[in-house]
């Protein structure tokens, strides 16, 4: 118990946090993108806490990165293929048995829904965008109230739509942040998920998170640190998953001036 409580109090700051690489899993090659942006963020790591014994594979899979995380190892020993094994065990309406995609946001929604906790059950800080729609026209009405907002791109999902990726992502990438000077709100990007579609089925995952050393991208046992900050781009516009969290809004206005 201890421990567990020592890791979840070094993970809310996400200022001190720099992730460590993870052991590639061949058969499910999303996990490791999913875990590393999934421990990054705060309120999901402490909802590990609460998922049931069908599940617990998610805790130890925590609890094992923090540890390895505070020992300064470079790669942890923390499994993937078991995590993945226990959702898709659990739910297998998650793998879409003839294109081997597995619904990232659909998996997300089943651990938090879970979860013993009904806190974790109003998910009134996430968002669903399709691409093809403006971004701004759906985070007007949760300016005011939203301290983080996870965002999720639905067309790589779409069976139909993967087969022209060109025009998959045609709707942009979203900005880096969000101010609103009427309500004095400043949402700022620091994790997203990418995936490269490459002729494989399944596609190669990355997870980039914004540390102490700036922007840094996981993709298994490899953590590099982006030198520049255009290197951003390109990953954003292929991104599927975003997470935003609430910043001082004079700093925000700042940023945004320079």
Known sequence: LKKKK?????????????????????????????????????????IFSYVPKSLQSLSEF????????????????????QVADALLGKFPHLLKVRDL??????????????????????????????????????????????????????????????????LLFKGGSLRRQYVFKDACVCLELDAFLEIRPDGERQGVYFTYLKTREGWVQCADERITILQRSHSLEMALQRGILFHYRRVPFGRCLIQSKA
Request: hydrophobic share 45%; aromatic share 14%; charged share 25%.
């Open 6 to 46: 020592k890791s979840a109090k070094n993970v809310r700051v996400p200022s001190l946090y720099f992730p460590i690489g993870l052991k590639r899993c061949d058969a499910h090659l999303w996990v490791n993108a999913l875990m590393q942006f999934l421990l990054f963020i705060p309120t999901t790591r402490e």
């Open 62 to 81: 925590s609890d094992l990165y923090f540890q390895d995380l505070e020992a300064n190892q470079i790669v942890s020993r923390a499994v993937g293929g």
């Open 101 to 166: 995609v597995v619904n990232l946001d659909e998996v997300i929604q089943c651990i938090w829904k879970s979860a013993a906790s009904s806190r974790w059950q109003r998910l009134s800080w996430q968002i669903l965008w399709d691409s093809e729609w403006p971004f701004e026209t759906l985070i007007e009405a949760k300016k005011e109230h939203s301290f983080e907002w996870f965002v999720s791109l639905q067309g790589i999902y779409n069976a139909e739509a993967r087969k022209h990726p060109e």
